[in-house]
């Protein structure tokens, strides 16, 4: 039997997480989510080690977390996505799509490699 994919989706706005969570079920994709003010959820989930994490928090210790906990993850930071007004660092549904496991419909050349940050600048963050 194939690897199913999977993807944890780490939210701090419900309907952004809910509405990802939601996209991503409907591919036949297994998804979890996890609020990041819900520690206890969010850890039992990364232990796990998802393929996949989409990142929805405004500080950097969240991506550190993410990252101790899971490092073979691929990270999809979307925090940037998510603001008041008009930003620069948008990140569209294609990049967690690219983040995921190679499959039959997609080569590898095309994937992030594990402990990968998609959707942050080279030298914005640590």
């Keep these: 039997m194939a690897h199913r994919p999977s993807v944890l989706v780490v939210f701090r706005h419900a309907l952004l997480g809910e509405g990802l969570a939601a996209r991503l079920k409907a ?17 039992t989930a990364l232990q796990d080690h998802p393929d996949v994490v989409v990142v929805e ?11 101790r906990l899971s490092p073979e993850s691929r990270v999809v930071d979307v925090s940037a ?26 080569p590898a050349a095309s994937r992030a490699p594990p402990g990968n940050v998609a959707g942050r600048r080279e030298g914005t963050h640590p």
Excluded: H, K, M, N
């Design 27 to 43: 591919l036949g994709i297994e998804v979890t989510s996890a609020e990041v003010q819900d520690s206890p959820t969010l850890v």
């Design 57 to 67: 928090c405004a500080d950097d210790g969240c991506l550190e977390r993410v990252a």
């Design 81 to 106: 996505s998510v603001t008041r007004g008009y930003t620069g660092d948008t990140v569209g549904f294609e990049a967690i799509l690219s983040a995921l496991p190679p499959s039959a419909e997609q």
